[in-house]
């Protein structure tokens, strides 16, 4: 379902507000669970729900001492961050990030 041009305005408005969604919901009379589907449903024709992996360089000057262990984390644009392990299987980490996409 394409959204409409009302709704766009309103989550438009939402994310430059610096709002909570609940509170942007209350201020103009939205229905929170309506803005909640027009977003998602928003989000889906900017492709936001899908991950983005970017190059990383690693050089000798970033990994440290030898003996420290460091944790691979991943970030998403939304700021969602999950730390793994570095002794996580490379086989494993490739089944999570097919899942993601």
Same mark, same amino acid.
């Given at each position: 379902?394409?959204?409409? &041009?009302?709704?766009?305005? /309103?989550? &438009?408005?939402?994310?430059?507000? %610096? ?8 201020? /103009? ?7 909640? =589907?027009? +977003? ?23 990994? #440290?001492?030898? =003996?420290?262990? /460091?944790?691979?984390?991943?970030? +998403?644009?939304? #700021?969602?961050?999950? &730390? +793994? ?11 999570? +990030?097919? %899942?993601?996409?």
């Amino acid at each position: 379902m394409a959204v409409s &041009e009302d709704w766009r305005a /309103h989550i &438009e408005a939402w994310k430059s507000s %610096g709002l909570r969604q609940t509170d942007y919901c209350r201020q /103009h009379q939205l229905n929170y669970n309506s803005f909640i =589907t027009r +977003l998602s449903e928003y989000r889906k024709t900017q492709g936001a729900d899908k991950p983005v992996l970017i190059p990383v360089t690693v050089s000798n000057e970033s990994i #440290g001492s030898p =003996t420290q262990t /460091h944790p691979l984390v991943l970030t +998403l644009k939304q #700021g969602h961050r999950l &730390e +793994l392990p570095e002794t996580v299987s490379v086989q494993w980490l490739l089944a999570l +990030l097919r %899942g993601l996409t």
